[in-house]
């Protein structure tokens, strides 16, 4: 099965995508690598630099949002992109990610550019359950 799945004509100068994983931890890393490719092909894309995410949010829909959102500013401040993704979710009082990315600095002689997602929007967003696993649908502002 695919990490996500881009959905055709769902939004005009946005794009939408649903991502799924067996677990949340599987899921939001499938969510995360597709914005990742969204914006430049991530085979081209070295796993040279690491860093670490830590965030924490009441739900999982606003963890969800908060962590692609935080990938975007990365790009944007950082000049960083990413290829490896590993991600683990604790559910308690309240939801807690903990994401080590692998990737590099972005350079387009070294990386093949695609389209430039500037926000994660909320048009759209859920998450959910599903009969195996976990579902989550995002749409992207480029």
């Known amino acids: ?3 996500y799945r881009i959905l055709d004509d769902v939004a005009i100068a946005d794009i939408c995508f649903i991502a799924e ?6 899921l939001f890393a499938h969510a995360a690598f597709a914005v990742e490719d969204i914006m430049m092909d991530t085979k081209t894309v070295k ?3 690491e860093r670490t995410i830590r965030l924490e949010q009441d739900k999982e829909e606003d963890l969800l949002y908060d962590f692609l959102s935080e990938l975007v500013f990365i790009k944007d401040t950082d000049g960083l992109v990413f ?3 590993k991600v683990t979710i604790q559910k308690g009082k309240t939801c807690s990610l903990t994401a080590v990315l692998r990737g590099e600095t972005l350079d387009p002689n070294r990386q093949t550019l695609r389209a430039d997602v500037k926000a994660i929007t ?3 967003f ?3 359950k599903t009969k195996t696993g976990w579902l989550c ?4 502002d480029i």
């Open 21 to 26: 994983g067996k677990d949340l931890n599987e």
């Open 137 to 140: 649908q995002v749409v992207v």
């Open 47 to 49: 796993p040279r630099v």
């Open 122 to 124: 909320l048009h759209m």
């Open 1 to 3: 099965m695919p990490r």
């Open 126 to 128: 859920k998450i959910e």
């Open 83 to 85: 290829s490896d993704i």
